[in-house]
């Protein structure tokens, strides 16, 4: 009897301590998606702005392109 007691305090302390390694490492894993879901707002930022500069430099380009044919006539 004291055996199957000693065992399962063994199987109880084994699935206790795996428990606490899966907290840990879920913990680990919540933070490091959040800090990969704030580097990709970043990201997503530097990019919207970024698009919108293009948009504007599509448009001097294209006014410049205008001013030129009209000077050509």
Known sequence: MQTMIHELNEKIEAVISRY????TENEM?????????ESSQTKDATILKLEEANALKD?????????????LG
């Open 20 to 23: 606490e390694t899966v907290k």
């Open 29 to 37: 894993l919540k933070k490091e998606l959040l800090d990969l879901q």
């Open 59 to 71: 448009l001097e380009i294209e006014e410049i392109v205008n001013k030129i044919e009209l000077a």
